[in-house]
Protein backbone atom coordinates (compact mmCIF):
# COMPACT_ATOMS: atom_id res chain seq x y z
CA UNK A 1 0.00 0.00 0.00
CA UNK A 2 0.89 3.80 -0.10
CA UNK A 3 3.79 5.02 2.14
CA UNK A 4 4.50 8.83 3.13
CA UNK A 5 7.24 10.11 4.88
CA UNK A 6 7.75 13.04 6.36
CA UNK A 7 11.04 15.53 7.00
CA UNK A 8 12.02 16.61 9.46
CA UNK A 9 9.59 15.66 12.51
CA UNK A 10 10.79 19.33 14.25
CA UNK A 11 11.55 23.02 12.93
CA UNK A 12 12.50 25.87 14.55
CA UNK A 13 13.18 28.86 12.52
CA UNK A 14 13.67 32.47 13.08
CA UNK A 15 10.32 34.63 12.45
CA UNK A 16 10.50 36.57 9.06
CA UNK A 17 12.79 33.50 8.03
CA UNK A 18 11.34 30.58 5.49
CA UNK A 19 10.38 26.85 6.60
CA UNK A 20 10.65 23.83 3.94
CA UNK A 21 8.73 20.56 4.86
CA UNK A 22 9.75 17.79 2.88
CA UNK A 23 7.25 14.79 1.86
CA UNK A 24 7.96 11.41 -0.14
CA UNK A 25 5.09 8.78 -1.53
CA UNK A 26 5.58 5.25 -2.64
CA UNK A 27 2.70 4.69 -4.98
CA UNK A 28 3.55 6.11 -8.33
CA UNK A 29 -0.61 6.30 -9.44
CA UNK A 30 -1.17 8.86 -6.21
CA UNK A 31 -2.94 11.74 -8.14
CA UNK A 32 -3.65 14.41 -4.50
CA UNK A 33 -1.31 15.81 -2.38
CA UNK A 34 -3.16 17.77 0.52
CA UNK A 35 -1.17 19.61 3.37
CA UNK A 36 -2.99 19.97 6.92
CA UNK A 37 -1.98 22.44 9.63
CA UNK A 38 -3.31 21.35 13.29
CA UNK A 39 -3.44 24.20 16.01
CA UNK A 40 -3.48 22.70 19.49
CA UNK A 41 -6.83 21.40 20.51
CA UNK A 42 -8.03 21.58 16.88
CA UNK A 43 -8.89 19.24 13.79
CA UNK A 44 -6.32 19.86 11.08
CA UNK A 45 -7.44 22.44 8.63
CA UNK A 46 -6.39 21.91 4.65
CA UNK A 47 -3.86 24.58 3.80
CA UNK A 48 -2.96 23.74 0.56
CA UNK A 49 -3.45 21.28 -2.04
CA UNK A 50 -1.89 20.09 -5.41
CA UNK A 51 -3.10 17.30 -8.33
CA UNK A 52 -0.66 15.46 -9.81
CA UNK A 53 -0.96 17.14 -13.55
CA UNK A 54 0.48 20.59 -11.87
CA UNK A 55 4.03 21.26 -10.46
CA UNK A 56 3.30 24.49 -8.10
CA UNK A 57 1.17 26.10 -6.69
CA UNK A 58 1.29 29.29 -4.80
CA UNK A 59 -1.62 30.69 -1.99
CA UNK A 60 0.24 34.35 -0.77
CA UNK A 61 3.42 32.89 1.68
CA UNK A 62 2.60 29.31 1.36
CA UNK A 63 3.51 27.09 -1.67
CA UNK A 64 3.56 23.53 -2.63
CA UNK A 65 5.96 21.84 -5.39
CA UNK A 66 4.86 18.70 -6.95
CA UNK A 67 8.23 16.00 -8.66
CA UNK A 68 6.04 13.13 -9.84
CA UNK A 69 9.35 11.55 -10.90
CA UNK A 70 10.90 11.84 -8.05
CA UNK A 71 7.98 11.04 -5.78
CA UNK A 72 8.37 13.55 -3.31
CA UNK A 73 6.22 17.29 -2.43
CA UNK A 74 7.07 19.95 -0.21
CA UNK A 75 5.97 22.63 1.69
CA UNK A 76 7.28 26.69 0.91
CA UNK A 77 6.39 28.86 3.82
CA UNK A 78 7.72 32.34 3.67
CA UNK A 79 8.14 35.02 6.02
CA UNK A 80 6.85 32.86 8.55
CA UNK A 81 4.87 34.83 11.47
CA UNK A 82 4.32 33.24 14.78
CA UNK A 83 1.05 32.25 14.39
CA UNK A 84 2.40 29.79 11.51
CA UNK A 85 3.63 27.54 14.69
CA UNK A 86 1.67 24.26 14.76
CA UNK A 87 2.28 21.22 13.01
CA UNK A 88 1.64 20.28 9.48
CA UNK A 89 0.84 17.16 8.02
CA UNK A 90 1.08 16.32 4.64
CA UNK A 91 -1.24 13.66 2.85
CA UNK A 92 -1.45 11.64 -0.49
CA UNK A 93 -4.79 10.25 -2.06
CA UNK A 94 -3.76 6.62 -3.74
CA UNK A 95 -5.29 6.37 -7.06
CA UNK A 96 -6.21 2.84 -6.41
CA UNK A 97 -8.17 4.00 -2.97
CA UNK A 98 -9.90 7.43 -3.66
CA UNK A 99 -11.71 7.02 -0.94
CA UNK A 100 -9.03 7.46 1.98
CA UNK A 101 -6.13 9.28 2.34
CA UNK A 102 -2.63 8.82 4.07
CA UNK A 103 -1.52 10.98 6.32
CA UNK A 104 2.50 11.48 6.80
CA UNK A 105 4.03 11.63 10.71
CA UNK A 106 3.77 15.35 11.04
CA UNK A 107 6.52 18.17 11.41
CA UNK A 108 6.17 20.49 14.29
CA UNK A 109 7.35 23.76 13.49
CA UNK A 110 7.92 26.45 15.60
CA UNK A 111 8.67 30.07 15.33
CA UNK A 112 11.27 32.06 17.10
CA UNK A 113 10.55 35.49 18.21
CA UNK B 1 -21.36 27.74 6.36
CA UNK B 2 -21.13 25.79 9.51
CA UNK B 3 -18.30 23.22 9.63
CA UNK B 4 -18.05 19.95 11.04
CA UNK B 5 -19.33 19.36 14.24
CA UNK B 6 -18.51 16.76 16.98
CA UNK B 7 -19.88 15.44 19.79
CA UNK B 8 -19.07 14.89 22.54
CA UNK B 9 -15.61 16.64 22.68
CA UNK B 10 -14.49 14.60 25.65
CA UNK B 11 -15.79 11.25 26.91
CA UNK B 12 -13.91 8.99 29.45
CA UNK B 13 -14.85 5.33 29.37
CA UNK B 14 -13.73 1.99 31.58
CA UNK B 15 -12.15 -0.85 29.40
CA UNK B 16 -14.85 -3.38 28.32
CA UNK B 17 -17.51 -0.69 27.88
CA UNK B 18 -18.70 0.75 24.49
CA UNK B 19 -18.79 4.43 22.97
CA UNK B 20 -20.80 5.90 20.48
CA UNK B 21 -19.32 9.57 18.54
CA UNK B 22 -21.28 11.48 16.43
CA UNK B 23 -20.60 13.81 13.34
CA UNK B 24 -22.55 15.96 11.16
CA UNK B 25 -20.60 17.06 8.16
CA UNK B 26 -20.96 20.71 6.47
CA UNK B 27 -23.79 20.96 4.74
CA UNK B 28 -24.19 19.87 1.11
CA UNK B 29 -21.31 17.42 1.77
CA UNK B 30 -22.11 13.45 1.32
CA UNK B 31 -18.76 11.79 2.28
CA UNK B 32 -17.50 11.72 6.15
CA UNK B 33 -14.52 10.06 6.61
CA UNK B 34 -13.49 9.03 10.27
CA UNK B 35 -9.45 9.17 11.61
CA UNK B 36 -7.77 8.01 14.81
CA UNK B 37 -5.43 10.51 15.86
CA UNK B 38 -2.68 9.28 18.78
CA UNK B 39 1.12 10.42 19.38
CA UNK B 40 2.17 7.19 18.35
CA UNK B 41 1.06 6.00 15.46
CA UNK B 42 -0.27 9.42 13.89
CA UNK B 43 -3.57 10.48 11.91
CA UNK B 44 -4.92 6.14 10.52
CA UNK B 45 -7.83 6.29 8.57
CA UNK B 46 -10.79 4.27 10.15
CA UNK B 47 -13.57 4.12 7.08
CA UNK B 48 -14.89 6.59 4.81
CA UNK B 49 -18.96 6.58 4.02
CA UNK B 50 -20.72 8.43 1.13
CA UNK B 51 -24.85 8.33 0.57
CA UNK B 52 -25.11 5.49 3.89
CA UNK B 53 -22.66 3.27 2.45
CA UNK B 54 -19.00 1.84 3.45
CA UNK B 55 -16.70 2.56 0.16
CA UNK B 56 -13.33 2.54 2.27
CA UNK B 57 -12.01 0.76 5.77
CA UNK B 58 -8.60 0.84 7.29
CA UNK B 59 -6.73 -1.86 9.18
CA UNK B 60 -8.85 -1.28 12.22
CA UNK B 61 -10.20 -4.30 14.16
CA UNK B 62 -14.03 -5.32 13.68
CA UNK B 63 -14.35 -3.65 17.31
CA UNK B 64 -14.59 -0.54 15.20
CA UNK B 65 -17.78 0.17 13.32
CA UNK B 66 -19.97 3.59 12.08
CA UNK B 67 -22.61 4.04 9.70
CA UNK B 68 -23.98 6.98 7.94
CA UNK B 69 -27.46 8.80 8.02
CA UNK B 70 -30.00 9.81 5.48
CA UNK B 71 -28.62 13.04 6.15
CA UNK B 72 -25.32 12.71 6.14
CA UNK B 73 -24.71 12.35 9.62
CA UNK B 74 -22.40 9.62 10.62
CA UNK B 75 -21.90 7.59 14.03
CA UNK B 76 -18.67 5.48 14.81
CA UNK B 77 -18.98 2.73 17.82
CA UNK B 78 -15.76 1.00 19.78
CA UNK B 79 -17.21 -1.51 21.64
CA UNK B 80 -15.15 -3.94 23.88
CA UNK B 81 -12.93 -0.53 24.72
CA UNK B 82 -9.31 -1.51 24.86
CA UNK B 83 -6.46 1.40 26.68
CA UNK B 84 -5.09 1.42 23.28
CA UNK B 85 -8.59 3.05 21.74
CA UNK B 86 -7.50 6.47 24.07
CA UNK B 87 -7.04 8.91 20.53
CA UNK B 88 -8.56 11.62 19.34
CA UNK B 89 -11.52 10.86 17.05
CA UNK B 90 -11.48 12.74 13.95
CA UNK B 91 -14.32 13.20 11.47
CA UNK B 92 -13.75 14.46 7.91
CA UNK B 93 -16.07 15.74 5.05
CA UNK B 94 -16.29 16.54 1.91
CA UNK B 95 -18.30 16.98 -0.90
CA UNK B 96 -18.85 13.76 -3.00
CA UNK B 97 -15.01 12.56 -3.36
CA UNK B 98 -12.67 12.93 -1.19
CA UNK B 99 -10.42 14.02 -3.19
CA UNK B 100 -11.86 17.20 -3.62
CA UNK B 101 -10.43 18.33 -0.56
CA UNK B 102 -11.38 16.90 3.05
CA UNK B 103 -12.51 19.22 5.72
CA UNK B 104 -11.98 18.23 9.46
CA UNK B 105 -14.06 18.66 12.81
CA UNK B 106 -12.29 19.41 16.21
CA UNK B 107 -12.30 15.65 17.03
CA UNK B 108 -13.48 13.60 20.53
CA UNK B 109 -11.17 12.93 22.53
CA UNK B 110 -11.50 9.75 23.93
CA UNK B 111 -9.63 8.53 27.21
CA UNK B 112 -10.38 4.84 28.21
CA UNK B 113 -8.96 4.33 31.82
Known amino acids: GENVEQHPSTLSVQEGDSAVIKCTYS??????FPWYKQELGKGPQLIID?????GEKKDQRIAVTLNKTAKHFSLHITETQPEDSAVYFC????????????FGSGTRLSIRP | KAGVTQTPRYLIKTRGQQVTLSCSPI?????VSWYQQTPGQGLQFLFE???????NKGNFPGRFSGRQFSNSRSEMNVSTLELGDSALYLC????????????FGPGTRLTVT
Open chain 2, 27 to 31: SGHRS
Open chain 2, 92 to 103: ASSPAQPREGQY
Open chain 1, 91 to 102: AVRPESSASKII
Open chain 2, 49 to 55: YFSETQR
Open chain 1, 50 to 54: IRSNV
Open chain 1, 27 to 32: DSASNY
